[in-house]
């Protein structure tokens, strides 16, 4: 299990993207340990304008990890990252014709 410690604040939307994309991207099951900074000083001088960060076990932290490349790297360096995930996020989807009603460029096709 990966455990992971992730500075954060309440309503901090893109600490919650951060989380679905650690979830998704790790090849193991992740816990996160949730440190709000909003209850202590030091921690708002230091993350304030830094959050989302991740911190792994050995002190190193990522910032900005909700950006897809940053995170996937930083996991890679790990032996963390399951890179078919990873695939599946960078990879662009099917371009077969759509079966079924569709539309394209504002009109609508029956299958």
């Known amino acids: 299990m990966i455990q992971l410690s992730l500075y954060t604040t309440?309503?901090?939307?893109?600490?919650?993207?951060?989380?679905?994309?650690?979830?998704?991207?790790?090849?193991?099951?992740?816990?996160?340990h949730h440190i709000e900074i909003s209850d202590d000083d030091a921690l708002i001088e230091r993350y304030g304008v830094r959050i989302p960060v991740l911190m792994d076990s050995d002190g190193n932290e990522l910032d900005r990890g909700f950006e897809l490349e940053r995170l996937s790297d930083w996991l890679r360096e790990r032996g963390w990252l399951n890179e078919d995930a990873l695939a599946g996020f960078i990879t662009p989807p099917d371009a077969a014709a759509p079966k079924g009603a569709h539309q394209r460029g504002g009109r609508r096709f029956l299958g």
């Open 10 to 32: 309440m309503g901090c939307h893109l600490c919650s993207q951060l989380e679905g994309l650690v979830a998704a991207l790790a090849n193991q099951k992740v816990w996160l």
